[in-house]
């Protein structure tokens, strides 16, 4: 099947700090997804974005779907970000794979 | 409008029993995905019904099943319940398909002895 593989898998910063997480796939996606699952367990959707750009707030995402890799920004870092982050792809099976996640740890 | 409700919360079987997992959408979604994550496994999808019909499932035994109400509600089974289903199961509602915007319910945290 499918790989996903995420990077890094564990990130520290401090709040008000920067940061790019990655999402590479090992063949072809009909469907490409981010989540965040906080740390109480909760998860929740944050982009739909099978290629181009997307912005939400202080995230945005980026999907090169002909080099198999998505981009996860996360602009002035607040404790509230802290949390796993999911990538997930669809490829042309249509079940849905999951990556390992990618830990965030936002300090004050 | 109210979030998407799963029950029981927690639960605990042993080895052998069978366990169903209730989840109620947002009003008005039809599409439900259920999903199970494991500290080993990590996040894996089960399925995903669409107007009273599994559309797509996952790598999962037969062991595993579900179904969906009329009024969108799903429930999915597990039985012959081994030590490895202990797990946290998450159903996802959205309006049409996992292919937009998906929310997340609570999720019920099965631990099977």
């Known amino acids: 099947g499918i790989q996903v593989e995420q990077s890094p898998p564990d990130l520290i910063l401090q709040e008000g700090a920067n940061s790019t997480l990655r999402c590479n796939f090992s063949?072809?996606?009909?469907?490409l997804q981010w989540f965040h699952q906080n740390p109480w367990g909760q998860l929740i959707n944050l982009f739909y974005?099978?290629?181009g750009t997307k912005q939400n707030g202080r995230l945005s995402a980026t999907t090169v779907a002909t080099e198999r890799y998505s981009l996860l920004y996360i602009s002035s870092s607040q404790t509230t970000d802290s949390g796993v982050y999911f990538c997930?792809?669809?490829?042309?099976?249509?079940?849905?794979?999951f990556g390992a996640g990618t830990t965030v740890t936002v300090r004050a | 409008k109210a979030g998407v409700t799963q029950t029981p919360r927690y639960l605990i079987k042993t080895r052998g029993q069978q366990v169903t997992l209730s989840c109620s959408p947002i009003?008005?979604?039809?599409?439900v995905s259920w999903y199970q994550q494991t500290p080993g496994q990590g996040l894996q999808f089960l399925f995903e019904?669409?107007?009273?019909?599994?559309?797509n499932k996952g790598n999962f035994p037969g062991r595993f099943s579900g179904r969906q109400f009329s009024n969108s509600r799903s429930e999915m089974n597990v039985s012959t319940l081994e030590l490895g289903d202990s797990a946290l199961y998450l159903c996802?509602?959205?309006?049409?398909?996992?292919?937009?915007?998906?929310?997340f319910g609570p999720g019920t945290r099965l631990l099977v002895l």
């Open positions: 996802a509602s959205s309006l049409y398909s996992l292919r937009e915007t998906q929310y």
């Open positions: 063949d072809s996606v009909n469907n």
């Open positions: 974005i099978p290629s």
């Open positions: 997930a792809v669809e490829p042309s099976d249509y079940k849905l794979s």
């Open positions: 009003s008005g979604h039809r599409s």
């Open positions: 019904y669409f107007s009273e019909t599994q559309r």
